[in-house]
């Protein structure tokens, strides 16, 4: 089963890629956030079935296929509807799919995208989602624009929790920004990241490590402040970050890790 990381809210287990998270409503009505890759589908549809709810809504915090595989999957088993930011998603005839965009950092799947073209299902946007907007009752999405053209944070107030998607990374509670180089426009990224640190919650859940279940909006705040590092500058401790980011990414979720009861412990310069 998931982890139950506060009433209504589960942090599932079996899939591989981001984290991909359920959350009930106020209505009742169930939200899964991100999907993760592909092959996740079967354990995320288990995980919906075991809890015996309706999902009503695929929330995809940006495009990145690493958030976003399952998607299309999950929508044909359920008829749950996609939302995506606008800046994600491309025009296809009278409606809108997910933009086949392959994130900076995806090195392997870029070079593998130039070289042999794989027949890819679209995945159909169902709810297009510019401005701030509440996708369902209880459930705001806020715009953070930088990562991605189109990303979104998730702010759920009867929890004093925010799903942040690539926002920020989790490393064992501390928080860090992604790297300049897998943005899609940094300067808008970090005053993303000043905004939504005016406004964020006690509880970080993000799409890479530990949910953050304490002292979220303090760390964000502090990690809001910093200027970034100039230039590319490897180091031991960066080296091991992205070692510990790119296991995560590739391991399929399984038994608790941390029970998802991090508390913040301070960001640093990044």
């Not at 009433?7 to 959350?23: A, D, E, F, I, Q």
């Not at 809108?96 to 994130?103: E, F, S, T």
């Not at 002292?215 to 809001?224: K, N, T, V």
Request: hydrophobic residues 40%; neutral net charge; charged residues 20%.
């Amino acid at each position: 089963m998931a982890d139950v990381l506060a009433p209504g809210l589960w942090w599932l287990h079996g899939t591989r890629g981001s984290n991909v998270y359920l959350v009930e409503a106020d209505d009742g009505r169930l939200a899964l956030v991100d999907t993760g890759f592909g092959s996740s589908s079967g354990a995320i549809l288990e995980e919906i079935q075991a809890l015996g709810g309706k999902l009503a809504a695929v929330l995809l915090t940006h495009l990145h296929r690493d958030h976003t595989g399952a998607a299309a999957a999950v929508r044909a088993a359920t008829g749950a509807l996609v939302h995506l930011g606008r800046g994600d998603c491309l025009q296809r005839g009278d409606g809108y799919i997910l933009h086949p965009a392959v994130g900076r950092t995806h090195v392997l799947r870029r070079m593998s995208g130039r070289t042999h073209r794989v027949p890819r299902e679209d995945t159909v946007v169902d709810v297009v989602m510019t401005g701030e907007v509440e996708v369902l009752p209880g459930i705001r999405a806020v715009p953070v624009a930088g990562h991605t053209p189109g990303a979104y944070c998730f702010l759920v107030d009867r929890l004093d929790a925010a799903f942040v998607g690539d926002l920020v990374i989790s490393h064992g509670g501390e928080l860090t920004r992604s790297m300049k180089f897998a943005n899609s426009d940094d300067a808008a990224y970090l005053e993303s990241i000043r905004q939504f640190a005016v406004i964020a919650p006690g509880a970080g859940l993000p799409g890479h490590g530990a949910p953050v279940m304490q002292g979220f909006g303090d760390a964000l705040r502090g990690l809001a402040e910093l200027p970034r590092r100039r230039g590319f500058a490897p180091s031991i401790e960066r080296a091991l970050r992205l070692a510990r980011f790119t296991k995560g990414m590739s391991a399929t979720r399984s038994a608790p890790e941390s029970r998802g009861e991090e508390r913040a412990t301070g960001p640093r310069e990044n």
